[in-house]
């Protein structure tokens, strides 16, 4: 397995670069100190601390800590609520990138559950007579999904940090699958919608009622077929996803028209999660860890890494309240995307210039850009950059993030989709399938013949927005982990939250809360009541006029080890909670 370690050298290295680094003062009376466990080495970071989008997963995670479990097995669990009470945003049939930290070693692994297209797809999968495929009807086809990846993840990761039999971590999904679990509201809102995914015929089947309603919030909600399809997961393994009933049931499902796909059995059985080192770089006294591409997570670095020029810092630290560190932000974030949708993919079917986008030299080229920067970003070229064909992938919202910590100090960041709302609107033994190919880029080359760097190819991950984080001190220990869903929008969230918890020493829960702000491309998305008119008066006046967000909201979930507890926080735009007990 392929890990991240804090060997000597390195830690060596995290100290002489932030040897010069100081942590500015609370910008306010009242705020909790940097979040540091190296302070107190006797207190390390250690759980019972789950954070995730609905109450039911927390709790069947907190219950696999309570008999024992780590982190992992915890995850497991919550993962197979989520699929059930949340169908909209993950589950069985989905993909995901989960972070993993061994307390015992200090080391960091990334695992990737990033679905994989099927052996017959071309680079015009998404093509109809010679042009591309209108965005909505390639998700609602057979076409959009891959094969899925996140429980196969899961089991590769428990597998190697597990405590608990794999057999015991599905009890709470399959009851409450078996008994019954009530809607939530805002399960009843993706229920409501009237076109789309939620009305294929096999969304139809499920959430109406016999009397011809749809369920509404407070209903009692049975899914038999994936109380059966957990059960197989509890006795045969990830082998339940890849042959016998359900691997025909996605099949089936994924062939059937209109616009069949050509996953196949093959497809499924010879789908394998990838271990892959942990992307990690210093922050201030920090250092924060992400998975490598086809992940994003590169783009959070270089925005943090931009951060810390000596420009930018200052202007950032005039702190939340302040137009011109917001206007900074949204600048960093403009080139970060530029960057990002430029040369980020499948690192098995296109050389990403990490390295290159990291580099020193070039990162304080591009932040330097930021103070003049009044339009949509130009890409720059990295050391080791190939230029490709700009993208213009879409991605859609159906995607959700959680963090466990147990009691060792292990820990999870895991963000996990269906990728858009229900996947692709079809199901199999219980659950939704995935719409992922639809995050390929549709126009494989650019007017020049050039490749596109995210263009579909057979066993190909797409690119993802997914970047879950890990927070270490400078000796690698646990200091703490955040994630977000948001399609292209992740980015900024995870952003965000760092700066305002790293930088604005803010508390968890009011980091998450602040308002959005995303700059990719020429616009400005955001949650426009949340400014306030005098941030929003002192944005315009910097040329920033903001328009509500046209991505899926954001949903960050996790905490940091302050003061020898968990300041823990659930995003109040989702339903979820963080809780220790």
Not at 33 to 38: D, L, N
Not at 173 to 187: K, Y
Not at 427 to 442: K, S, Y
Request: aromatic share 8%.
């Amino acid at each position: 397995m392929t890990q991240f370690a804090f060997r000597p050298f390195v830690v060596a290295l995290v100290g002489l670069v932030l040897a010069a680094c100081q942590t500015p003062p609370g910008l306010e009376t009242g705020r909790p100190g940097p979040a540091a466990a190296q302070d107190d080495a006797a207190r390390p970071a250690h759980g019972p601390f789950v954070s995730a989008a609905n109450p039911l997963a927390v709790e069947a995670g907190l219950a696999v800590l309570a008999r024992g479990g780590s982190a992992v097995d915890a995850a497991v669990a919550v993962q197979a609520v989520l699929g059930l009470v949340e169908p909209q945003s993950s589950g069985l049939g989905g993909g995901a990138f989960l972070m993993v930290y061994d307390a015992g070693t200090r080391e960091v692994t990334a695992y990737d559950g990033r679905e994989t297209a099927p052996a017959a797809a071309t680079p015009e999968l998404f093509h109809e007579d010679g042009a591309p495929m209108p965005f909505f009807d390639a998700v609602l086809s057979g076409r959009s999904t891959g094969a899925p990846g996140a429980v196969a993840a899961l089991a590769m990761a428990q597998a190697a940090h597990g405590t608990l039999p794999w057999n015991q971590l599905f009890g709470d999904a399959e009851r409450l699958a078996r008994d019954g679990f009530v809607v939530s509201p805002r399960l009843a809102g993706m229920i409501a919608l009237t076109r789309g995914q939620a009305r294929t015929r096999w969304a139809e089947a499920y959430f109406t009622k016999p009397d011809g309603s749809r369920y509404v919030a407070g209903d009692v909600l049975r899914n038999p077929a994936y109380a059966q399809t957990v059960a197989a997961l509890a006795d045969q393994g990830i082998e339940a996803l890849r042959r016998g009933p359900v691997a025909e049931a996605i099949v089936e499902a994924v062939q059937a028209g209109p616009n069949p796909g050509a996953l196949t059995l093959e497809d499924l059985g010879g789908y394998r999660p990838i271990a892959r080192d942990a992307l990690c770089r210093p922050f201030r006294i920090y250092v924060v860890c992400v998975p490598p591409p086809p992940s994003s997570g590169v783009a959070v670095l270089q925005l943090l890494a931009m951060a810390e020029t000596p420009g930018a810092a200052s202007v950032l630290a005039e702190g939340e309240t302040s137009a011109a560190a917001w206007t900074r932000f949204a600048q960093l974030q403009r080139l970060m995307y530029a960057d990002r949708d430029r040369y980020v993919g499948d690192p098995a079917f296109v050389g990403v210039p990490v390295a290159g986008l990291l580099d020193p030299d070039y990162v304080a080229q591009r932040a330097a850009l930021a103070p003049g920067l009044t339009g949509a970003a130009v890409a720059g070229t990295p050391p080791g950059g190939v230029f490709r064909s700009a993208d213009a992938t879409t991605e859609a919202a159906g995607t959700s993030h959680f963090v466990v910590v147990d009691a060792a100090g292990n820990a999870v960041s895991m963000t996990t989709t269906v990728e858009s709302i229900f996947g692709s609107g079809r199901m199999a033994a219980g659950f939704f399938l995935n719409n992922q190919l639809t995050d390929f880029a549709f126009t494989p080359t650019r007017p020049d013949g050039g490749p596109a760097a995210n263009a579909v190819a057979p066993g190909k991950r797409p690119r993802s927005s997914m970047a879950p984080v890990i927070i270490l001190d400078r000796d690698g220990r646990l200091v703490g982990a955040l994630g977000s869903p948001g399609g292209p929008s992740i980015l900024a969230y995870n952003a965000k939250a760092l700066i305002g918890t790293l930088v604005w020493d803010l508390p968890v829960q009011a980091a998450f809360d602040l308002p959005n702000l995303v700059a990719k491309g020429p616009g400005f998305g955001a949650d426009t009541a949340r400014f306030g008119p005098t941030l929003e008066a002192g944005l315009a006046e910097r040329g920033i006029r903001l328009s509500p967000n046209t991505s899926e909201n954001s949903g960050l979930h996790g905490g940091l080890w302050r003061d020898g507890r968990w300041d823990g926080g659930a995003d109040d735009r989702r339903e979820g909670v963080a809780r220790t007990q």
